[in-house]
Every structure is written in C-alpha cells, then in structure tokens.
C-alpha cells in the first residue's frame, strides 16, 4: 500500500484491472470487520484492512490480498454474508455478486482447498443491488430494471414479484419513492418520498434505525422516519447528479456520497449532518481502488 497524495486520497491499493465496485465488510462478529472485497472485470479480490489504530506498529493502513476469486464476468454488485468468520478453523468467507450478465454468484471459501459458488438466476434486466439477510445470512434480496425484488436462499432462488426479504427490507425506486416491506404481511408497511428524480442511492443508517439517507438529482436528503415521510434535510451536493449515498457504520451523522461516474473519474464528498460545509472532497478515477481512513472523534480525513 502506498500514499498517493496527487489523487487527495489517504491510501492506494494498485490493482490489474479497471475495479468497478468495493465493498468494506459491515459485520463485526468473527474478527471479520476489516476485510474487504472489490471487483473487476472478470475477478474479486478479497484482502484485509488493518489500521493504525489497532495495531500500534502499524502507520496508517495495512492492507493484505487473501484471495482472487475468478468471476468470468463484469463484476456489479457485491454484498458480505453475516457467516463470514476469520476466527473459525477453519475461517469461512461468504459473499455474493450481481453481474453484467444479471446474475447472482454466491462465493464460499475456507482460503484453502474450499473455494465454491453458486449461480441464482432470475432477473431479467441490470441488478441495481443486493443484500443478505443481516441475521442468519441464509437469503439474499436482490432489486432490478425488471421492476422486481427477487428472495433466495444458498440453495434457490425463488422468482418473487413482490419486494420482501427477512424482517423488513428497504427498496428504492428510481421514481423517487422509498418503500419499507415486511416478510410476514408480504406487503408494503411504509413509504418514503424524495420528490426528486433520478433517485439512485438509498442507505439504512445502521446506528440509528430511524434514519435514512439517500441522493436524488443533485441532492442528498435525509429522512427521519417517524416524523415524516418526507426528507428532514436536503442539499445539493454534486454539479453533475449524485449517484451514490452511504452512512458510516461508526457516526449516524457521518455519511459520503459520489457523483455520477464521467469519462475519467467521479467526485466522492464526506458529510457531517452538525457542518453546513462538505467534510472531504476528491475526485475518485474509475481504475484506481480509493481507501479513505476518517478519524471519527474529530470527523476528519487522516493521511
């Protein structure tokens, strides 16, 4: 790992081929909270990010490659399993990706002899997003241009023509409406409205439940849902459309946003909801992996 301070970024990771998505791991059990994955054309890389703060020997970030999985396609989406261990004997990695071709692959592997996957089909058209159940991690939703949300299991994939998932999943459409559906009543149980259009991220704030942050058009917008269906705060943040909206999993005012991918690169900003102005701003090029580290006691880039 090397500095690249031409790039504003705090660290970067050189990599064989154009990267078109990444995706920390969100779930903390196991000793898994560092690990990290990104895609290619053909490829996902799974690796380690151990930071200074952990390990005193360490000055700034850490990264190592586990494994290079082979993809045979476009790589569009990926989304962690909560099975996902390191501390196990042996450790079990367990991931799924959305692809060019619109289907699903759920990768298994021990980092050793067991490296597996699992084609789910169904979708008809380009897979917007994808999840897994964040409590056992035995279903994966998936959301597409086809206007459905489809439900799997590690052995299925169920053709579903109605969003729901375990619990409650949060689906958005580029319509400007947020809709909250439940497994048991198999029906919509809330709605948000941006009154925005193009409406192309949402994210559920995992340290406050009651929030939800989202970009539509130029702005980002941030709902309270027990007070309104309608944005509580709203700003405009990228020139050229925003595209992508996610909270911090540490800070519930925390959150980072990336404009609409142009020829070269994209802009990506950090928000502080208590600061009036953008936290971070850098231009992110589509071939280079980007690791922003934020020292969240003071809501700051640390380089």
């Known amino acids: 790992m090397k500095q690249d301070a031409a790039r504003n970024a705090a660290y970067a990771v050189d990599c064989e081929?154009?990267?078109?998505?990444?995706?920390?791991?969100?779930?903390?059990s196991g000793d898994s909270g560092n690990l990290i994955a990104y895609g290619g054309n053909n490829y996902v890389v799974v690796g380690t990010c151990t930071f200074q703060e952990e390990e005193a020997d360490i000055e700034g970030i850490r990264y190592k490659t586990l494994r290079t999985f082979h993809h045979g396609v476009r790589v569009d989406g990926i989304a962690w399993s909560p099975e996902t261990r390191l501390d196990s004997l042996p450790p079990v990695i367990k991931f799924c990706t959305s692809a060019a071709d619109m289907k699903i692959r759920l990768f298994t592997s021990d980092l050793q002899d067991k490296n597996e996957y699992k084609v789910l089909e169904g979708h008809s058209d380009f897979i917007n997003g994808l999840v897994f159940d964040p409590k056992e991690g035995q279903e994966i939703a998936s959301v597409s241009?086809?206007?459905?949300?489809?439900?799997g299991t590690n052995l299925s994939f169920k053709t579903i023509s109605f969003y729901f998932s375990v619990l409650q999943l949060m689906v958005a459409e580029k319509n400007g409406t947020i809709r909250f559906y439940d497994l048991l009543a198999q029906q919509a149980i809330l709605s948000l409205e941006s009154e925005q259009m193009p409406l192309m991220s949402a994210h559920w704030c995992l340290k406050n439940t009651f929030k939800v942050g989202a970009v539509a058009g130029n702005d980002w917008l941030i709902w309270d849902i027990t007070r309104s269906s309608y944005p509580q705060d709203k700003r405009p943040v990228h020139m050229d459309r925003a595209y992508l909206f996610r909270w911090s999993t540490i800070n519930?005012?925390?959150f980072a946003t990336t404009g609409y991918p142009g020829k070269m690169a994209s802009q990506f900003q950090i928000h502080?909801?208590?600061?009036?102005q953008v936290m971070w701003n850098c231009f992110v090029a589509y071939a280079v992996f980007l690791i922003c580290v934020l020292d969240f006691s003071t809501h700051s880039p640390q380089i």
């Open 272 to 276: 502080h909801l208590g600061h009036p």
């Open 145 to 151: 241009d086809d206007h459905t949300c489809r439900y």
């Open 17 to 28: 081929d154009y990267v078109h998505v990444v995706e920390f791991n969100p779930f903390e």
């Open 252 to 254: 519930e005012n925390l």
